[in-house]
Nanobody
Framework: VQLQASGGGLVQAGGSLRLSCADSGCTFITYAVGWFRQAPGKEREFVAAINWDGGSKFYAESVKGRFTMSRDHAKNTVYLQMNSLKPEDTAVYFC?????????????????WGQGTLVTVSS
């Protein structure tokens, strides 16, 4: 599994971004995937997760109702649609995969990590 996260950038508060996480190794079709983020000086925190077939998802309270996670098996890609962005969403966002069909909200449960993509939300 080789994860590549992309889609970050600079956006004004209230705007939207869509992050992508692609697996060049083409094996994470049966893996659960999570998104985590790390703001400067803070611990990496859970954002959202999806099970292997996209049928089950879970979101952190801080993003619920604003972020939507999805996956496209044909493209071997997982997405995080982020709407109504706030300055406190500013962070480096990481996608991670685990070789189980069900997701976890703890970072230690994920073995494979992408390199991160920076999201900056200006006020």
């Amino acid at each position: 599994v080789q994860l590549q996260a992309s889609g970050g950038g600079l956006v004004q508060a209230g705007g939207s971004l869509r992050l992508s996480c692609a697996d060049s190794g083409c094996t994470f079709i049966t893996y659960a995937v999570g998104w985590f983020r790390q703001a400067p000086g803070k611990e990496r925190e859970f954002v959202a997760a999806i099970n292997w077939d996209g049928g089950s998802k879970f979101y952190a309270e801080s993003v619920k109702g604003r972020f939507t996670m999805s996956r496209d098996h044909a493209k071997n890609t997982v997405y995080l649609q982020m709407n109504s962005l706030k300055p406190e969403d500013t962070a480096v966002y990481f996608c991670a995969a685990r070789s189980f069909t069900t997701f976890s909200t703890t970072r230690q449960a994920y073995r494979y990590w992408g390199q991160g993509t920076l999201v900056t939300v200006s006020s």
